[in-house]
């Protein structure tokens, strides 16, 4: 029966890992020079993975492959079970809605929205994470309230303001709160300390393991600042396991 068979698939899905790349090539302008090159990435759920690399070394692409925001022509990309080398446009967008949180490394707010508006978007796009936000906190208003009071956010008058009245540490709070809204099962986050002073930074990456730890979810997480990589499950280096980077050293030094 065709219900049966929907339960199955979604509890198949569930025992699959959060991430898994297989023999992919990704180039942002075709034809040109691949940016990343993976023979195999697996991340398992409930993982905190630190991604470590250079500048330019295709970090943020990789997030954006693992978002859907970027699809690879050549090789297989499952995330949460889901291959999104196959799944069209409108579909990773409501895929990423449901199931992901992204802070991004620019913020991406809208910033005539207030901060508590911001925050709530993701329930105006999924009704999954609407109502999960119901569960953990009544509504989708005091969920929000919730996180942001965690982010040391809820001063008077700073849930009502528009975003663009906040400082940049603050902004980036806001991006915080808008990706843990919901419990999505995959958190990325992109250089998401980068604005913090030393104690918010400690308060902050507290949070964001409580947010994981609770809820079970995937935590991917770039960053510079190395001295963060030991609180980590696992450290992900970038320029060695992407082999467009090889590539390139190579040649370099043959002069091609
Ligand atoms: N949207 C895009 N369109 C075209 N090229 C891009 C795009 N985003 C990134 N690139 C290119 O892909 C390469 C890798 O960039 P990426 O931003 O992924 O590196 P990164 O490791 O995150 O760098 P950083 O640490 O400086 O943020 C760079 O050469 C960059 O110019």
Same mark, same amino acid.
């Given at each position: 029966m065709a219900w049966s068979r929907t339960l199955n698939s979604d509890s198949d899905t569930q025992r699959q890992p959060a991430v898994e790349i297989r023999d992919l090539t990704f180039r942002w302008t075709e034809p040109g020079p691949p940016v990343l090159r993976l023979d195999h990435l697996r991340i398992e759920r409930g993982e905190r993975v630190f991604v470590a690399g250079p500048s330019g070394s295709g970090k943020t692409t990789l997030l954006n492959l693992l978002a859907g925001v970027a699809v690879p022509r050549q090789g297989s990309l499952r995330v949460l079970g889901r291959p999104l080398e196959a799944t069209g446009g409108a579909r990773r967008d409501h895929f990423r809605a449901d199931h992901i949180g992204y802070i991004f490394q620019m913020f991406n707010l809208i910033l005539y929205l207030s901060v508590l508006e911001n925050v709530q978007l993701p329930c105006h796009f999924s009704r999954i994470r609407r109502e999960r936000a119901r569960r953990r906190s009544g509504t989708p208003t005091a969920e929000a309230r919730r996180l942001l009071k965690q982010l040391d956010m809820a #001063?008077?008058?700073?849930p009502d303001s528009p975003v663009n009245a906040l400082s940049v540490g603050q902004q980036q709070r806001v991006a915080a709160a808008r990706a843990f809204m919901g419990?999505?099962?995959?958190?990325?986050? #992109?250089?998401? $300390?980068?604005?913090? #002073?030393?104690?918010?930074?400690?308060?902050?990456?507290q949070l964001l393991f409580q947010e994981c730890a609770d809820s079970g979810a995937t935590l991917v997480f770039v960053s510079h600042d !190395? $001295?963060? &990589?030991?609180?980590?499950?696992? $450290?992900?280096?970038?320029?060695?396991? !992407?082999?467009? $980077? &090889? #590539?390139?050293?190579t040649a370099l030094q043959s002069g091609s």
């Open positions: #001063d008077a008058g700073c419990a999505p099962e995959l958190l990325i986050a #992109d250089e998401p $300390t980068s604005s913090l #002073d030393a104690d918010r930074r400690t308060a902050f990456i !190395n $001295t963060l &990589a030991p609180l980590f499950d696992r $450290t992900l280096s970038l320029a060695a396991l !992407n082999r467009a $980077t &090889a #590539d390139r050293e």
